[in-house]
């Protein structure tokens, strides 16, 4: 009856409970699907997401992120609406949920819906409730944008089927990196029930392609895909463990992105570290920079980090870093070397790449040429050379061109007054917060942090 | 001797222009493309004024798709709506290399002057684009018509408008262009089209619906709520949401 005592509070009210609920949710993509509008109804969809708003926290703000309902059975100990807490409760009704999708997409707020929710009675229940809604906003009010919703775990697989075939994205929580983390600070979840329903979303991808191939109109599952999230530092796991995680995830699961969130400390628990520095913003960065270097740069994880180099530079970004270990590779010809070699190039990213290797079918490049065409060099011109010299008299060695680099302070997107740069001391930074750099404010650019 | 085309400073002019240097048979190397403007006269150069004509700029604009296809013409077009003085030339060149043999790849050309202006112009052009495809907020007035104010830096309310009546085909919808006092219309289940501000007769005050301003309180809430205190870095937001969009948004008035 919990549910209906929550129904006395205003629509405001339950905004901000709901809203304040869900914020540490990390993804708010609205990308990975072109859908144009029917002519019928409202709304479309972008392959590359579009953000409409960033919060005071520099976080794009792309969809409707609320939680159906905070009330929930289960005791996590890092979770803000778990069961122990004295928090105010609500729930949305499925109206009230059409109600502010429909009016803010209408004057262009958002991108779509990200609904996710406690659970309330049990798994199954809550995602009846969560089905209704999106049933309703899908059918009755005919709105085509973005979906995201969280499958819950432990839910039947016949709900997360039929809803999978009304939404974008639907995604489930890894919550933390390995299944003892789970064990100790999230002791009603089991790492099988995360896997199950991944895999049963994955395979239901595939079968939908499958259909679609033999039936133009049959009806899309996920067709954005799925995504997942941990937590980073609240347990005690190395970024090599972690990368080889989010490595298996991509591969073995099909998963399109994998999300990490920096422990923020909202309840006292003895099980729980303390951060007298704030959330490990630095290494969540170094975590998605690495993420990046996975799926795009045709890395590995075992190239990155190993058993004996558990964790990320605290100095240099995993692709810099990388480069500085494996010198034998540079410099790298601008005008003769393969694509895969000059996105190992630090500070050459996947468009200054592709750039170089269109430009260069036109014609031998300069250092000149590549400045015009918006290649950064500051970083690069350590590791390449135009026609066979490099672009001052540099040494190919490990102390020299880390001292240098050193100089050049990296741009990273956090503190909490904004961007402010360190001294570089002995001691790994407490904090471990790098800031974003240019990748980062393209990802938040197309909404997809 | 140089010959210097002086167009009108539009869509339509420029692409006259490009019309008339093919026409005159010149040799490309000795012609510039200029728009309007308080020019410096150069020395040992013809100036020639070009009247715009909307059949010769069609004329171009089809058979550069037809030759070019859709992506070279997407960046020039995106070019063209820039306000850069330069545009007409740097546009009309790249033309030049792209008929000269690069053909659908010039815009990979990069070591070319005009055709890195041009690929810089529409990358700019389509950032502004997509921007506002986030950053334009509407209002709803009385009779349930949705109106946004926009003061975009380059010329693309014709741009924004497939994508908004893709997205709100049964809407009845309004964005004006203040910095350029042009309003874009999409009727409801119809075709958009443009209106010039002195085309428009006896504008009257209209007010806002009555549910409006509920609803921009709960979008300011959510917008306040959703951020983490802990995190807070408003550097990073003033990088990604810069101060000039913000007038027209809702939750930052």
């Known amino acids: ?449 | 001797m140089q010959t210097i085309l002086v167009c009108e400073d539009s869509f339509e002019g420029i692409l006259t222009g490009i019309y008339e240097a093919y026409e005159r048979k010149l040799s490309h190397d000795d012609v510039i493309i200029e728009t309007g403007g308080e020019e410096n006269f150069r020395l040992f150069s013809e100036y020639i004024e070009i009247k715009a004509d909307e059949e010769k700029a069609v004329k171009v604009s089809r058979s550069l798709r037809r030759m070019l296809g859709d992506e070279v013409v997407y960046d020039l077009h995106n070019a063209l709506a820039s306000e850069d003085t330069e545009r007409g030339n740097a546009v009309y060149h790249t033309v030049v290399e792209a008929l000269n043999g690069k053909g659908r790849n010039v815009m990979s050309y990069l070591q070319n002057d005009s055709v890195r202006k041009v690929f810089e112009l529409s990358r700019n052009v389509w950032v502004e684009i997509h921007h506002m495809y986030g950053f334009l907020r509407f209002e709803e007035l009385e009779g349930g018509i949705l109106y946004a104010a926009i003061a975009p830096k380059n010329n693309i309310i014709s741009r924004l408008m497939p994508h908004f009546s893709d997205r709100f085909p049964l809407e009845n919808f309004v964005i004006y262009d203040e910095k350029r006092d042009i309003y874009a219309i999409h009727p409801a289940k119809g075709q958009w089209f443009l209106v010039r501000e002195q085309d428009m007769d006896d504008r009257t005050e209209v007010r806002v619906s009555e549910g409006e301003g509920r609803m921009q309180e709960l979008f300011k809430s959510f917008v306040r709520t959703i951020a983490i205190e802990s995190r807070t870095n408003e550097k990073l937001q003033l990088n990604m949401l810069p101060l000039r969009f913000r007038p027209y948004m809702t939750e930052f008035r």
């Not at chain 1, 990196?177 to 099988?192: D, F, I, M, S, V």
């Not at chain 1, 080889?244 to 995830?249: D, T």
């Not at chain 1, 690495?290 to 990155?304: C, I, M």
């Open chain 1, 1 to 449: 009856m919990q549910y209906l005592r929550s129904q006395e509070k205003t629509l405001m009210e339950k905004l901000e409970i709901l809203t304040d609920a869900a914020k540490y949710d990390v993804a708010c993509t609205s990308s990975g699907v072109d859908r144009k509008g029917s002519g019928n109804g409202m709304g479309n969809a972008i392959k590359a997401g579009i953000c409409h708003s960033f919060s005071a926290d520099g976080r794009c703000i792309s969809l409707l992120k609320i939680l159906f309902t905070n009330e929930c059975i289960y005791d996590c100990k890092y979770c803000i609406n778990r069961v122990s807490n004295d928090v105010p409760r609500a729930a949305f009704t499925p109206d009230e949920i059409c109600e502010l999708t429909i009016g803010f997409y209408r004057r262009n707020y958002i991108e779509g819906l990200f609904l996710s929710s406690g659970i309330l009675v049990s798994p199954t229940y809550t995602m009846e409730l969560i089905y209704q809604a999106i049933y309703k906003l899908r059918t009755f009010y005919r709105f085509e944008g973005y979906i995201h919703v969280k499958a819950i775990p432990g839910a039947d697989p016949k709900i997360i089927e039929q809803l999978g075939l009304l939404v974008d994205r639907m995604s489930i929580n890894l919550e933390l990196p390995t299944a003892e983390g789970l064990k100790k600070l999230a002791p009603n979840k089991h790492r099988k029930n995360i896997l199950t329903p991944m895999r049963q979303i994955q395979n239901g991808i595939k079968e939908n392609k499958n259909d679609l191939v033999l039936y133009r109109n049959a009806p899309k599952f996920v067709a954005a895909g799925q995504s997942t999230q941990m937590i980073i530092g609240a347990t005690g796991e190395t970024d090599y463990q972690i990368m080889n995680v989010s490595e298996q995830l991509y591969k073995k699961f099909d998963l399109k992105r994998v999300f990490y969130s920096a422990f923020v400390h909202v309840n006292d628990d003895k099980e729980l570290p303390a951060i007298p520095g704030g959330p490990p913003l630095l290494r969540e960065h170094r975590l998605y920079q690495a993420d990046w270097l996975l799926r795009f740069y045709g890395f590995e994880a075992g190239e990155l980090l190993s058993e004996d180099k558990p964790n990320f530079n605290v100095h240099f970004d995993p692709k810099c870093d990388w480069a500085l270990r494996h010198l034998e590779y540079f410099p790298v010809e601008m005008n003769r070397a393969p694509y895969e070699m000059i996105l190992r190039v630090p500070g050459i990213g996947v468009k200054s790449a592709k750039r170089i290797v269109n430009a260069r079918r036109n014609g031998n490049l300069t250092f000149e040429h590549l400045k015009k065409i918006g290649v950064v060099l500051k970083r690069a011109l350590y590791f390449i050379t135009c026609n066979g010299r490099m672009m001052y008299r540099t040494k190919i060695e490990e102390d020299y061109i880390s001292r240098q680099l050193l100089g050049l302070h990296e741009k990273l997107p956090f503190s909490q007054d904004g961007m402010t740069f360190t001294q570089i001391s002995l001691f790994d930074d407490v904090r471990f917060n790098p800031k974003p750099d240019i990748v980062d404010g393209n990802l938040a650019l197309y909404g997809q942090f």
